[in-house]
């Protein structure tokens, strides 16, 4: 929808400036400056408006949280535990614990930015077929978690699902995978820089915020304009773990160059792998990621 409304400006914008050439072109030559001056500053008003208001959404673009009151899917046979992980600043942030019985190993796990944790539950059945215990959680303003949703925030409810791992359920670290996708990895790799970790598995991870805006709206400066960073290229150039990547060769919404680049970037990794899948998806990945996750993450 984002790219439609790029596209869709960029139209009315050539319309503008073909009326507008055509009405300057008609005029007496006495009036072409003033009309031209005057249709110029028309064009400036509706671009720099249009950026404004998208500016302005920035945080309802970027966080695309659904609320439990206005959906949340049920468990069905995954029985999740649920979790309360308590933020710093009084928000309360809701979780699922998954345990399974001699586990492979622990998924933290970080999800996207659309929906909450409650649509995640065939992705948490498919990990918990491979051998892993989970703990998903959600994001501030997402679910059944209280708060609004921002970069600090986000990073905020990794590490106290980090903590409640390691801490309430005394999991060592040795056995803790970290795995995002989409936005998700951005929390991941942002924990992995800085905590104990088995290994770390990101699927369609991105850049940086800024490269998504100025990908999905290339007709602004929208690169230097965001707030909201997620640098994940600046963190993993640093990572020195064990990394396992993996994406849609044609996702429609994080382009796989950005997977690649952060491939590329993770040549400090003590171990690293990549996985590409055919397809125009930005999903839940395949069935053969699960299998990737358990053989490069999996006990050993």
């Excluded at 960029?10 to 005057?38: C, D, H, N, T």
């Excluded at 309802?60 to 535990?81: K, N, T, V, Y």
Aim: charged share 20%.
């Amino acid at each position: 929808m984002r790219v439609v409304l790029g596209w869709l400006w960029l139209a009315i914008l050539a319309y503008i400036v073909f009326r507008l050439s055509w009405m300057v072109g008609r005029a007496p030559r006495g009036r072409r400056l003033p009309l031209l001056l005057k249709n110029v500053a028309i064009i400036a008003v509706a671009y720099f408006s249009t950026l404004a208001v998208f500016l302005f959404l920035e945080r309802a673009l970027i966080f695309r949280g659904l609320p439990a009151s206005e959906g949340w899917a049920d468990p069905g046979p995954l029985a999740p535990q649920e979790v309360t992980l308590p933020l710093a600043d009084g928000v309360q942030i809701h979780a699922w614990w998954c345990p399974t019985p001699q586990a492979q190993g622990v998924l933290l796990y970080s999800h996207g930015n659309a929906g909450n944790l409650s649509g995640r539950a065939g992705i948490l059945a498919a990990l918990q077929q491979r051998g892993f215990s989970i703990l998903i959680y959600d994001y501030p303003g997402y679910g059944k978690s209280t708060g609004a949703p921002d970069e600090a925030n986000c990073y905020a409810a990794g590490r106290a699902a980090y903590r409640w791992l390691t801490e309430v359920q005394k999991i060592a670290p040795a056995d803790l995978i970290l795995w995002g996708k989409s936005l998700g990895a951005a929390i991941a790799i942002d924990l992995a820089l800085e905590l104990e970790h088995r290994a770390l598995v990101l699927f369609s991870p991105f850049t940086s915020i800024p490269d998504m805006a100025q990908h999905m709206f290339p007709f602004f400066p929208a690169r230097w304009l965001v707030r909201t960073q997620f640098d994940n290229a600046a963190k993993m150039s640093r990572y020195r773990g064990r990394v396992l990547i993996g994406w849609y060769e044609d996702d429609p919404l994080v382009p796989a160059e950005q997977s690649r680049r952060l491939f590329e970037l993770s040549s400090q990794a003590r171990e690293r792998k990549y996985v590409t899948f055919p397809g125009r998806l930005h999903s839940a990945p395949p069935e053969r990621f699960y299998d990737e996750t358990r053989a490069f993450a999996g006990q050993r």
